[in-house]
C-alpha cells in the first residue's frame, strides 16, 4: 500500500509561484512512476505532468509546457511540481499519483495510476 500526501498549494498572485510536494509513504518509491493531476470546479480531472521511476522521461500537458517542472527525490520519496508564471485557469485542486512498473497505457490517463492522494487546493487570483 502507499499513502501519497500533498502539500505545498495556496492562494497566489497571477504570474506568481508555487512549489506542491507529494510524499510518499512506501519504501518502493522508486519504483512507481508519478503524475500530477489537477480538477477545477465543474471541470474533468486533467493531466498536468508525469516523470518515470528513474526521471529519464518526462510529460507535460501543453497547457503547462514552459511553466511547470516536475521531478522527484527517490531519496526522499517525494516528487515535486514547480508551478511558476501561474494563470487564474491554473486554479484547481492538485492531485499526485503513483503509477506502479506493472501498469502500461499512456502517462496522461488516470487509468494508468492505482495510487492517489487527497489533493491540495491551488488558487490563482488575478
Known amino acids: 500500500q502507499v499513502q501519497l500526501v500533498e502539500s505545498g498549494g495556496g492562494l497566489v498572485q497571477a504570474g506568481g509561484s508555487l512549489r506542491l510536494s507529494c510524499a510518499s509513504s512506501?519504501?518502493?518509491?522508486?519504483?512507481?512512476?508519478m503524475g500530477w493531476f489537477r480538477q477545477a470546479p465543474g471541470k474533468e480531472r486533467e493531466f498536468v505532468a508525469a516523470i518515470t521511476w528513474s526521471g529519464g522521461s518526462i510529460y507535460y500537458a501543453d497547457s503547462v509546457k514552459g511553466r511547470f517542472t516536475i521531478s522527484r527525490d527517490n531519496t526522499k520519496n517525494t516528487v515535486y511540481l514547480q508551478m511558476n508564471s501561474l494563470k487564474p485557469e491554473d486554479t484547481a485542486v492538485y492531485y499526485c499519483?503513483?503509477?506502479?512498473?506493472?501498469?502500461?497505457?499512456?502517462?496522461?490517463?488516470?487509468?494508468?495510476?492505482?495510487?492517489w492522494g487527497q489533493g491540495t487546493q491551488v488558487t490563482v487570483s488575478s
Open positions: 512506501g519504501r518502493t518509491f522508486s519504483s512507481y512512476g
Open positions: 499519483a503513483a503509477s506502479p512498473l506493472t501498469y502500461s497505457g499512456s502517462w496522461y490517463r488516470g487509468a494508468r495510476y492505482n495510487y
